[in-house]
């Protein structure tokens, strides 16, 4: 048996990551060895999007300090981290889906080679009604966050990557995702 994948989930704000990751967890079939992680972030729990573990800035500091994160990133005034307990998944031999970083991806590449970047991709029109929709930003803020996306997917490499069409229907790319990773894990036990 190989090594187990850690599948790294990436895309632009607004691209339908955590939507996503929501929908293949509740769709993943019993017997199938994949657990999902939290991300331990600074931003409070009732904020809207994903499933977190929400700490303040001290807190998220002193776990830092502490080792508790086996991978970490700032973005956007925000901190980010992914627990070590997914060493030990791994090393179980679970596949773990981990909501992650497009800018991290090339040091996370360097910790877990038989990381899998899975990359949510919208076109720049969906992508920039979905975020005036959000309303988080402002247009400006928009604008910067389409240039910034548009720059980060072309310059993306990767000998593993997947790449999930999000621009239609939600369960369209669910299924996909879900197949794709269901098919990894399948591979990797045969």
Known sequence: MTM?????????????????????????PVGIPVVFAHR????????????????????????????????????H????GIGT????????????????????LGEAAKLYPNLVPVLISVNPEVLRERLLIRG????????????QANQVEKELRHPHLLKVDNNELLQNAGESLLNAI?????????
């Not at 972030?41 to 002193?62: M, Q, S, W, Y």
């Not at 988080?136 to 389409?146: A, D, F, K, P």
């Not at 269901?182 to 045969?190: G, P, T």
């Open 4 to 28: 187990a994948n850690l599948f790294y989930v990436i895309g632009a704000s607004g691209a339908g990551k955590d939507s996503l990751i929501h929908y293949i967890r509740e769709r993943m």
């Open 136 to 147: 988080r930003e402002t247009s400006e803020q928009v604008n910067q966050r389409l240039l």
């Open 77 to 80: 005034e925000t901190h980010y």
């Open 182 to 190: 269901h098919e990894r894990v399948r591979n990797k036990c045969a």
């Open 40 to 75: 331990y972030i600074t931003r409070p729990a009732d904020a809207g999007g994903e499933n977190h573990v929400a700490l303040n800035e001290r807190e998220f500091l002193l776990r830092l300090r502490s080792g508790c994160y086996a991978m970490n990133w700032f973005s």
């Open 85 to 104: 307990e997914i060493n030990a998944w791994l090393a179980q031999g679970l596949d773990v889906v981990v909501n992650g970083s497009r800018a991290y």
